[in-house]
Structure formats: C-alpha cells, structure tokens
C-alpha cells in the first residue's frame, strides 16, 4: 500500500513525488516514458539547447565583425547540434532518475489508469498490475493539438518533430505565434530558413501591453522572421514539390509553399484511457477541474500541472506538486496563481508577470507606470543588447509593484527579480532604496522602477 501513486514524472510529477518523499510518505511515480516527461525530453529542454546553439551560430556570421572578431569560413553541422541537444538531454534525464532513487521514490514503467479511488492499473511490456494506494496525483502533461482536417506526417509536424529536423528547410511556415511558434521560428531563422508565421489571433502576443508587443513585432521582423495576424489555415496540401498552405488573411485567400510545417497551436490535456468508467473526476473543456489547492471531487484525487487550469508552464506545474505533496502531508499550503512568470526564450527575450495594463484598467485599479529602455543601459550597450524595454506598474495608493514586463537581455531573471519583490509586498519605493551593481542589466528595471515615482536618473521623466 502505497501513501501516494503520481501519474506522470515531468515536472509536476518527479516534483511532487520527491516532496511527498522527502515529508515521509512511500511514493510510487509512474511514467510510461523516460522520467522527466514531456518538459525535458521533447520539450523545454531540447528547445532551449537548439535556442542557444543557433543563437551562437547566427551571431559568429553576423555580430562580431564590427567588434574586431573576425569569423571565416563559419559552417553547421546540424547533425552535430542535435547530438549535443540529445547528450544534455539524457544527462538531465540520468539526474531525474537518480532524485527519484536517491529519495527513495519507487519508479514504476508502465501505462497507469484509475480503476478505484485507491488503486491504480499498469500495464507494461502486455502485463498489467494493480498497485493500491492512499492518495492518487494526476500530472500526466499534456500533447499538441491538431487543427480541423490536419494531420501531421513526416513534412507536417508538432513541436517535437521540430526539433529533430534531418536538415535545414529552405521555406518553413509555423502556425501559431505563442511561445513555441515564436522559439522555433528563432531556431531556424538562424540556422537558415525563409520563416513564416501564420497567427489566428488579431493582436500579436495579447497577453501584453500593446506598446511593449508592437515592440517586439519589430525586433522579429528585423530578424527576418515574417509574421502575419488574423490568419485562418484553411488547407495543407502536399505533393512532392512540398507543402501548399491555404490560408485566409484578414478574409483574403492566400496561399505560401513549404517544405516544412509547424503546427504550434497549443497542447491538450492527456486525458486518453486514463480513467475507468467506474471513476472519473469531472472534466470540463477537455481539464479536470480542481479547487485552489488542486483536489478533485473524488476524495483522494489531485490533479496538476497541465491538466488543470492555468497556464501550460513547467515552473506551475511543479510548484502545484510541492504544494499537493505537503498538503496530503498534514501541511498548510498554497500557491499564489497570480504571480506565476511567463517567459519565451527568444533572443531578446519576453517574460512578464502579474497584471498587464489591460487589466488594471478594466479592473479599475489607480495604477502608477514607469518605464526604461535597454538602449539607455550601459551594460547592455556594451554588450550589444540594446533592443528591448523594462516596463512595471505600481498601486497608486499602496505603492505595491503590481506587474512588470521585460523585452530585452536576461528577462527572465529581470522578472524574477521583480516577483521576489512582489511576493513579499515590497513597495515601489523600498525596491527604489535597493543599490544595483553597476554596471549590470538589473540597473533597467532599477530605472524603470525609479520612474514610476519620477525619480529616474538616465532616462527623462515624465511629470
């Protein structure tokens, strides 16, 4: 009998079972693949190594000639690049699987299914095992979604296909321009491809403020990345010329050929035979619905990460695992669903966290802006990195730092910065009154940060 039975070992799974270990209880995770899931081994991390490797590619052909390096004869090997992405990968799946040892979590290969509230079938290699249990944790991630009518082959392919391309397509077309559109449109940018990126929605990246996005916009049209909104793909044909895409822009009909097609359309719950007919948690638009700390109707169920509510982020999901594990542990606790950082690994980078502008104002909140660009930032001219802007809102009243955006060097860890304040109520005026390293990028969200009360020092202020 085991205290607790996870579904899954990707980042809401190893996670929640190394936490429920480390507090005592005897955890089994289950995983039909190679611990680590969808995250490290087809996902975050294989993209984020491709992500850095044609960062590095592109910027010895284009970046360092007027700094005095010059770079001849500079050549891919792409063979060689997805060597290194799956070498770091099995590095980082090793470690997973010597956490979950090290902490005493039993790792059961095999298909799991709910059968009980307290037992747990799994089916492995023809066999199958029914394991009992205390509590259940559903975390078993999520797949790529498809559009109407289409269906991927070996020229139409999802995220993972992407990111183990035999050679470089001379014209590539990605639908959708979310996070995963945007990161794999960079890759093959770089590495050579004519990219062309279709998206259904009217606004590009609504999820932030409209002057930080037309920003960005620019900066990826520059980079060669050619990027249309309000299109609607009606049709893929393939022939052995390649890939026609039928598409409608704005109500026109249009048409682009291919060689390749990414279908970045966002991911879906993994739901697929996972529970008996006996039990099953109510599910609704395709997630099982949960409370605030991620309990199912079914006494003894949890589910986390994505197959429940809110973003699809690997960051959320595990920390909705450590909160589940404490909390079948005796412990009061919680996660704070409205300060959970976004971030797409594009170069510059995007990450944002808490309110937008959009919703201070629908919500009516008295909220005060401040902002800095990069171009004004000493470190990041030195280092080349000038694109890009520091953008916070503070409560006009209480002064707490209510949002903050970030385009430009190191947004991820500018954002992160300003969580850290933000999760513990430090004022705009206290984080104002904290000395930054000179030089350092951190300085940009300094100044942004000063601005907001008209306190700026290298950049005009509004009045």
């Known amino acids: 009998m085991y205290d607790l039975l996870i579904l899954g070992s990707g980042p809401a799974g190893y996670v929640a079972a190394i936490r429920a270990s480390q507090l005592g209880l005897k955890v089994g995770c289950i995983e039909k693949g190679e611990p680590g899931g969808t995250c490290l081994n087809i996902g975050c991390i294989p993209s984020k190594t491709l992500l850095d490797s044609s960062q590095k590619f592109h910027e010895l052909q284009t970046k360092y000639a007027n700094l005095g390096i010059v ?32 902490n005493k979590v039993e790792f059961i290969k095999g298909t799991g299914k709910l059968v009980g509230k307290d037992e747990v079938e799994v089916t492995a290699e023809n066999r199958t095992h029914t394991y009992k249990t205390k509590n259940i944790v559903i975390a078993t991630g999520s797949y790529p979604a498809e559009l109407p009518n289409i269906k991927f082959s070996d020229d139409i392919v999802d995220s993972e296909g992407a990111l183990s391309f035999q050679k470089v397509p001379n014209n590539l077309v990605i639908v959708g321009a979310g996070a995963i559109g945007l990161e794999l449109g960079s890759v093959w940018s770089r590495l050579g491809s004519n990219v062309t990126i279709l998206e259904a929605q009217k606004e590009f990246l609504p999820s932030l403020d409209r002057r930080v996005s037309r920003l960005i916009l620019r900066e990826f049209k520059l980079q060669g990345l050619s990027i249309f909104l309000d299109c609607q793909v009606q049709a893929l044909n393939e022939s052995t010329k390649g890939i026609e895409i039928n598409y409608k822009e704005k109500e026109q009909e249009n048409s682009i050929e291919a060689d390749k097609v990414i279908l970045a359309v966002g991911r879906k719950a993994n739901l697929n035979n996972l529970f008996s007919e006996e039990l099953k948690p109510s599910i609704k638009n395709g997630l099982i619905e949960v409370n605030d700390f991620c309990q199912t109707d079914v006494k003894g169920i949890w589910a986390i990460g994505d197959v429940v509510r809110g973003p699809k982020l690997a960051h959320k999901a595990s920390e909705e695992g450590i909160m589940v594990a404490e909390r079948i542990a005796g412990l009061d606790a919680g996660l704070n669903y409205g300060n959970i950082p976004n971030v797409i690994y594009t170069h510059p980078e995007i990450a944002w966290v808490g309110m937008s502008e959009d919703e201070l104002k629908k919500s009516e909140i008295s909220y005060k802006a401040g902002s800095f660009p990069f171009s004004a930032n000493g470190r990041a001219l030195t280092a080349g990195e000038t694109s890009g802007i520091v953008k916070l809102y503070a409560d006009a009243t209480t002064d707490k730092i209510l949002g903050v955006q970030v385009f430009g060097p190191s947004a991820s860890e500018l954002v992160q910065q300003a969580l850290i304040a933000m999760d513990n109520g430090i004022t705009s005026k206290k984080l104002g009154e904290t000395v930054f390293s000179h030089p350092t990028v951190s300085e940009a969200l300094h100044e942004a940060n000063l601005s907001i009360n008209a306190r700026a020092i290298h950049i005009q202020n509004k009045l």
Do not use: H
């Open 71 to 102: 770079s001849k004869d500079i050549s891919l090997d792409l063979a060689k690049m997805m060597i290194n992405k799956q070498e770091i990968v099995s590095q980082l799946v090793d470690g997973v699987r010597t956490l979950l040892k090290s």
